[in-house]
């Protein structure tokens, strides 16, 4: 027969974990959150130093984010945000001070998003490659760079790409697009 203090801890228990499902750092490499949304999300992604991943989760009604780094997540400037049904997300290396020297090769730093296909998305990257598939609305996408890979695109598409190969596959709507 449980007693109160059998209910209390699987009370807390309960609450612990349902928190960690919508914030966790796993580690010092890993961060994850749940942004929950009621309508059409909009979403402003930028990254430097990294990957980004776009892709739909279908119907949903959240805009899930994942970073996964083999450096220290304190090397990164993240900051985010949502109000409303708008999302704001950045992650960016933190400048260094005078000279800094690696004897090793660096591993591969992501971003990964997963949202609603239909939103109005902004994502930028600095220094990274960027995919995006699957999505629908009005999409804008800049890498500073990087190549992006992009496929299954809908509605409005601006993409801009200052260094690196940009490709494009099953895409319907109006498109405009710059490369330097």
């Known amino acids: 027969m449980p007693t109160v203090r059998h209910t209390l801890l699987l009370t807390l228990s309960a609450a ?5 499902q919508t914030l966790a750092q796993t580690s010092e490499h890993d961060w ?3 942004y929950s949304v ?34 220290k997540l304190s090397d990164y400037r993240l900051e985010e945000s949502q109000s409303g049904d708008h999302v704001s997300f950045l992650f ?3 400048p260094h001070i005078g ?15 997963e949202t609603p296909g239909s939103l109005d998305l902004e994502a930028r990257t600095s220094d990274g490659n960027l995919s995006a598939r699957d999505l629908e609305g009005n ?5 500073g760079d ?17 260094d690196g190969n940009m490709t ?3 895409a319907a709507g109006t498109l405009e697009a710059r490369s330097s």
């Open 92 to 94: 960016k290396e933190k």
């Open 32 to 34: 994850t959150k749940t």
């Open 38 to 71: 009621s309508g059409k999300p909009s979403l402003t992604v930028e990254t430097g130093d990294s990957n980004l991943k776009i892709h739909s989760c279908g119907a949903c009604k959240a805009v899930n984010i994942k970073v996964h780094t083999d450096r």
């Open 16 to 20: 612990a974990l349902a928190a960690s």
């Open 146 to 162: 990087g190549n992006a890979d992009l496929d299954n695109l809908r509605g409005t598409i601006r993409l801009k790409s200052s």
């Open 168 to 170: 494009l596959q099953n």
């Open 99 to 113: 000279v800094h020297v690696e004897w090793h090769n660096r591993g591969e730093t992501y971003v990964e998003v």
């Open 139 to 143: 999409l804008q996408l800049h890498t």
